[in-house]
C-alpha cells in the first residue's frame, strides 16, 4: 500500500520508539532516522516528531527503505508532524 500521502488517526499505531527531530536540519534528521530503525527490532515502530515542511516527502521515502514500511502521518494541533514507520 502506497501511504506517503496517508494520514492516519492519532491513535491507529502503537509505537516501539518515539525520536524527537524537531529541532534538527536535513539530512541530520535522517540520519538520526536511519541510526534509530537500525536499532530496532523487525516489527517494531518508529515515532518521529518533526517540523521541517519537507519532511512530508524525505521521511515517507527513508521509511519505505530496506524493507521498512512507512505508515503514515498524524499532523498534530500543536504544529508539527508525526511519522510511523514500521521496520522491516
Known sequence: MNRENAEINSGEF??????DTR????????RKI???LESMRKGNVL??????PYSK???PEIGNR????FLGFVNDP???????????
Do not use: C, H, R
Open 14 to 19: 502503537k509505537s516501539n520508539k518515539v525520536l
Open 23 to 30: 529541532g534538527l536540519n536535513y539530512p541530520m534528521q535522517l
Open 34 to 36: 536511519k541510526t534509530a
Open 47 to 52: 515515532e518521529i516528531w518533526d517540523l521541517d
Open 57 to 59: 516527502k524525505s521521511i
Open 66 to 69: 530496506n524493507s521498512n514500511e
Open 78 to 88: 500543536d504544529g508539527y508532524t508525526i511519522y510511523f514507520i514500521k521496520k522491516g
